[in-house]
């Protein structure tokens, strides 16, 4: 408690009543707040932008994918080290976002060769898509750090919990008196505990006691046990079992962990000191509502004056405006006809350019004279070949006539030896029968 009071002591009160925890960067004598109140809202707005991303789920959808580590509490508010991969880390979490709220990859790509000046404007046209309405030149986006980057982190995270149907719910607190009194509760047990264990070591410490007397009683009484004792166990074994057993022989108070007094104290510190602080800006903020409230007053009037003076115009542009939509849906109206006609025409072009291709090969066949060439070479060919056939066919013939020649030759020997062996017999047989008849 001391520690948080002189911690306390320490912090100083800007202008506004602003606390700040470095005097170098409070109020100065000018007024003037220094570097570490100028990045606060940044530093506020980009840790927003990383709970929503977590709530998102990036880790996975978005770190895990493109082999990057989890972005740390800082790392969009500050210029990196390496300001080239900062750009990268940037740019390629709008796509993830883009892509997330739109459902779209060609929403916002950034192309391969696409410079940090085409990038930054290709963001800023679908932020413009997206209604984003800050207003600030697309440079600032090639530093990928400070108030323009987390702006725009942060607005790209709202529209992605928008499209997922994300809602903050009401915080439940828990009632004080409650803790209060389980932790009061809590003691009481711990302290009974420690006093049950109490009472059980002594009653250990009584019986202990009783043993040792009645075995000093049965030595005494024993009329052999007035000799010396000699012990039989190793004095080193002894001293190792005493460091084992002698802790668990003591009862160790637990000291709680709750410290919610430590914090009642803070509070009430902290109200005290927010009590002060209330005192002296309250009148301020007084005035700042009045004089608001005095602006909006004469906004108003401004409005009203400036709508009195500019109706005629407001009526001419409404009516301009009219004529413009209608001009507009018969653009379109045209726009959808002359496409049409397009695709008519590209179709009748097609069928004609295929016609063509049929004439074409058509008439070139026609005026070809290489198939009545090809005829002519076969016609040619046929008829060396009707020749070479007949030649064989006359050769094949003559060798059958002159085999059949020959075997008619053949023949006729043949039957001119049979007639002259038949003519032999007939002139032998007369003769032997002359013979016979002389016998006679």
Same mark, same amino acid.
């Given at each position: 408690m001391d520690d948080d009071d002189d911690g306390r002591e320490k912090k100083t009160r800007s202008p506004r009543g602003s606390i700040s925890n470095n005097p170098d960067t409070s109020a100065g004598a000018g007024g003037n707040e220094g570097p570490g109140a100028a990045m606060g809202p940044i530093y506020i707005m980009w840790e927003s932008a990383l709970e929503k991303l977590k709530i998102l789920d990036y880790e996975q959808g978005f770190c895990a994918t493109t082999n990057r580590k989890p972005f740390s509490r800082i790392h969009f508010v500050f210029p990196a080290a390496n300001l080239s991969h900062q750009f990268n880390d940037f740019v390629e979490l709008c796509v993830w976002l883009c892509t997330k709220i739109t459902d779209d990859p060609a929403f916002f790509?950034?192309? %391969?060769?696409?410079?940090? $000046?085409?990038?930054?404007n290709k963001l800023m046209l679908a932020l413009r898509q997206l209604e984003f309405k800050s207003s600030f030149p697309s440079q600032k986006l090639k530093t990928a750090n400070g108030e323009s980057v987390c702006l725009v982190l942060d607005f790209l995270t709202n529209k992605?919990?928008?499209?997922?149907?994300?809602?903050?719910? &009401?915080?439940?607190?828990?009632?004080n008196d409650k803790v209060e009194h389980a932790d009061v509760d809590n003691e009481e047990e711990e302290e009974e505990e420690i006093i049950e264990e109490g009472d059980i070591q002594n009653t250990d410490d009584m019986q202990v006691q009783e043993s040792v007397r009645d075995d000093i009683a049965e030595v005494e009484v024993d009329e052999d046990a007035h000799q010396i004792l000699q012990a039989m166990i190793d004095p080193v074994e002894w001293k190792?079992?005493?460091?084992? *057993?002698g802790p668990k022989l003591k009862a160790q108070q637990q000291l709680s962990t709750n410290e919610w007094r430590g914090h009642v104290d803070q509070t009430v510190t902290s109200k005290t000191h927010i009590e002060k602080v209330l005192g002296e800006t309250e009148g301020e903020l007084k005035n700042m509502q009045k004089e608001v409230a005095e602006e909006l007053n004469r906004m108003k009037t401004k409005e009203g004056y400036v709508n009195k003076q500019f109706s005629v115009l407001c009526s001419e542009f409404k009516e301009v405006k009219q004529r413009?939509?209608?001009? =507009? %849906? &018969? $653009?379109?109206?045209?726009?959808?006809? *002359?496409?049409?006609l397009t695709n008519d025409l590209a179709e009748q072009t097609e069928?004609?350019? =295929?016609?063509?291709?049929?004439?074409?090969?058509?008439?070139?066949?026609?005026?070809? %004279?290489?198939p009545l060439v090809r005829i002519k070479a076969a016609l040619q060919q046929i008829k060396q070949e009707t020749q070479a056939f007949d030649l064989r066919i006359g050769v094949v013939s003559h060798a059958l006539l002159s085999e059949k020649v020959n075997s008619m030759a053949r023949r006729r020997f043949g039957a001119v030896k049979k007639a002259q062996k038949r003519h032999n017999k007939m002139k032998h047989r007369p003769r032997d029968s002359d013979d016979d008849d002389d016998d006679d």
């Open positions: 790509k950034r192309d %391969t060769y696409d410079d940090p $000046n085409t990038v930054a992605a919990l928008e499209r997922v149907q994300f809602t903050w719910k &009401v915080p439940r607190y828990i009632d190792t079992e005493l460091e084992r *057993v413009f939509e209608e001009i =507009e %849906t &018969v $653009n379109h109206k045209t726009n959808d006809r *002359v496409l049409k069928r004609l350019e =295929e016609l063509k291709e049929s004439f074409e090969s058509k008439d070139s066949g026609i005026h070809d %004279t290489s």
